[in-house]
């Protein structure tokens, strides 16, 4: 369940006066005012794309996990060898009901050897809190809720790690993806994370929320010369969109499992702790065998051959008949075309299928079956 009634005045962000002056577009996104766009989505899409850009992703829920058992404890709550992630390293994970549908994707960071935080989607951390705060009855392990204590900023694009070398005297040289090391940028004490959801190279701040207007207004000033540009949550889905990154609600939701979704390898069924249990096994190693006979449907890509765009719901379809249903779809800046990630039978999911269409309002529009994700960044 959310702490967030559907019908209270949507929380704002410690940016929220910054993002008015800037005249963005705003939005109530679970529960949150956040900016849509302050331009052109497009405009901002493709400065992260070929620059850099300055998102404020203060919404996302931040739980930290610490106690003795809290490894022990996460490999029990969550799908990944969580105990087994280094000190100064993230991990992808999910945490799933005990059927195996999925409540949220995550990324856990390990902070100190006995400290860990787990970050949630916006619409899920009420959610992930009371699952995690459930589940760790019998382990030495604290949860708390730290949504309040952080704003996080986010640079993303090429241009980003020189950016912020201007700022910081943390080793962003040494920083590998998917770590975080503590350091101090513009001043502010920040936990430095190189991590995204745009499939370009970029970083993520945590800092306190007081700290926040100052650190964006510094960013700001560095990256003026390098082409840095504020970014809404729009052009954020379409830039994780063309990366084949799922969203929940979209491609990820409790009606899928991991494997359902693709996503199999995030599953750890070595790992020791707990005897190798964890919440949703039996269902997991289940939807696993089924995955490897007879995968139901794949998320896959598809590129149109026209000019109009699929929307998440629309009936993927092929000979007359439904094979599928698109998730999410876009314009893709990138590609110049539209695209859509959507979960297709398996006899229509292989790359260069022929004769498939989306079903655009009685219209059947031939798409193109591609393998995910539509654009990688050159190393």
């Known amino acids: 369940m959310s702490h967030v009634p559907p019908s209270s005045t949507p929380r704002r962000t410690a940016l929220d006066a910054t993002h008015r002056a800037l005249g963005a577009t705003m939005t109530d996104f679970a529960g949150w005012d956040m900016p849509l766009r302050y331009g052109s989505e497009r405009d901002e899409h493709t400065a992260v794309r070929t620059r850099a850009g300055l998102f404020d992703l203060s919404h996302m829920g931040e739980i930290t996990v610490t106690g003795p058992d809290a490894g022990r404890f996460l490999d029990h709550a969550l799908v990944g060898n969580i105990g087994a992630v280094a000190v100064g390293r993230a991990r992808y994970t999910m945490i799933c009901r005990e059927d195996g549908g999925i409540l949220d994707d995550l990324i856990v960071y390990r902070l100190g050897e006995d400290t860990y935080m787990v970050v949630a989607n916006a619409s899920n951390a009420g959610t992930v809190l009371d699952a995690l705060t459930a589940r760790a009855t019998g382990f030495?392990?604290?949860?708390?809720?730290?949504?309040?204590?952080?704003?996080?900023?986010?640079?993303?694009?090429?241009?980003?790690?020189?950016?912020?070398?201007?700022?910081?005297?943390?080793?962003?040289?040494?920083?590998?993806?998917?770590?975080?090391?503590?350091?101090?940028?513009?001043?502010?004490?920040?936990?430095?994370?190189?991590?995204?959801?745009?499939?370009?190279?970029?970083?993520?701040?945590?800092?306190?929320?007081?700290?926040?207007?100052?650190?964006?207004?510094?960013l700001t000033e560095a990256g003026a010369g390098a082409g840095l540009v504020p970014c809404g949550l729009s052009c954020r889905d379409t830039l994780r969109l063309e990366a084949g990154m799922p969203l929940y609600g979209n491609e990820l939701s409790t009606a899928l499992t991991p494997f359902d979704a693709g996503l199999g390898r995030v599953v750890k069924f070595d790992?020791?702790?707990?005897?190798?249990?964890?919440?949703?096994?039996?269902?997991?190693?289940?939807?696993?065998?089924?995955?490897?006979?007879?995968?139901?449907?794949?998320?896959?890509?598809?590129?149109?051959?026209?000019?109009?765009?699929?929307?998440?719901?629309y009936p993927v379809v092929a000979g007359g008949a439904v094979v599928g249903e698109v998730t999410s779809g876009a314009p893709s800046p990138t590609l110049g075309r539209p695209i859509a990630m959507a979960y297709v039978d398996a006899a229509h999911a292989a790359p260069g299928t022929a004769g498939v269409g989306v079903d655009i309002r009685g219209s059947q529009e031939p798409y193109e079956v591609v393998a995910l994700p539509f654009y990688k960044r050159q190393k």
């Open 140 to 218: 030495d392990a604290a949860v708390r809720d730290d949504r309040d204590a952080y704003a996080l900023l986010a640079v993303q694009g090429p241009e980003s790690p020189g950016i912020l070398k201007a700022l910081t005297d943390a080793d962003l040289d040494g920083l590998k993806y998917y770590a975080g090391l503590p350091g101090t940028v513009a001043g502010v004490p920040a936990l430095i994370a190189r991590t995204g959801y745009t499939g370009e190279d970029g970083f993520e701040l945590f800092v306190e929320p007081r700290h926040a207007e100052e650190l964006w207004k510094a």
């Open 271 to 313: 790992k020791t702790s707990n005897g190798g249990d964890f919440v949703g096994r039996a269902a997991l190693e289940a939807a696993a065998e089924r995955a490897a006979s007879a995968p139901p449907r794949t998320l896959v890509g598809l590129i149109a051959e026209g000019r109009r765009v699929p929307r998440s719901g």
